[in-house]
């Protein structure tokens, strides 16, 4: 089967050349998403993850690399690629004074329904997200659990093939997330819609997603099914802090008595469930204001892969003289 999405060799860099703010986000990443695939692009804040949504959807312009949709370059054909693609932010937004109802309605106009087909669809829609009785609220009344399915069906109306999640359920209490998976399970993964989701999050990973992409600092570490990546590919995790002496006293009264060992800034996790523990452990370090730098499988997998690549370019120059 044909990829449905490609990405090949793709770089961005912000800032200029001589800038002081020069920042690397994605280095020279390649992969493909068949149509029906759900995939999870996993990894810290900062890895990467929202700049390859903005690149699938043409919002970007990579400083190296190509993005295809559906065959479609995704510089060169942007209108044509919105109009395939759903897309749920990680940061909501509405227009502030106007009803969820007239919102819905006009988002399916601009994706080119017709108008009495764009009104079906904002009924169908909100009845499906439980919102039906409240189509005449301002999304500044409602709840968070309400604002992210009016989001959801914001991403769906038109029926686009394609729907981009970016830390979709982040905000929201247990009871609420239950609700958005099983909506999205229910007219997405019924209807074989192709999924890429973004999140720190392991357990909405495995609950939304069947293939995951560990992203660390712009670079692809792992990439594959999700079950095998879980159990068989991450049993040893590095965390590394951006702080360079942080108090020993203060992390252990963070994480409490979990199996890890922290050296300098460095805190190893090594167990037969190394991402999830890890996972867990970045999210008490960030809720208590803890910066982290990195979050990847050991480095030292990525140190032998170097001293492979410079053996490899060293007899190369020795062969050429």
Known sequence: M???IQIKQLSKIYGTYFSRARVTSLRNISFDVKEGERVCLFGPNGAGKSTIMKAIMGLIKPTKGKVF???YDAQQSKLTIKKLIGYLPSELDFYAN???KESLYHFGLLRGLKRAKALEETNRLLEMMGLSKWWDLSPQLMSSGMK???SLALALIGNPEIILFDEPISFIDVQGK???YQLVHDYVVNQNKTIIMCTHNIQDALIMSDRLIVID???ILIDGPI???ITERCKSMEIILTEEAPNPEEIKRILGDENYQLSGRKIMVQTEDALQLST??????QENRIPVFSFRPFVEQRREKKKTNLKQRGKANHDSN
């Open 280 to 285: 867990s452990l970045v999210n008490r370090l």
């Open 227 to 229: 079950t095998e990546v």
């Open 148 to 150: 992210q399915r009016f």
């Open 69 to 71: 949709v559906k065959g």
């Open 2 to 4: 044909d990829a449905l």
């Open 98 to 100: 106007v009803n969820i």
């Open 217 to 219: 600092r712009g670079e």
């Open 178 to 180: 239950m609700k958005i």
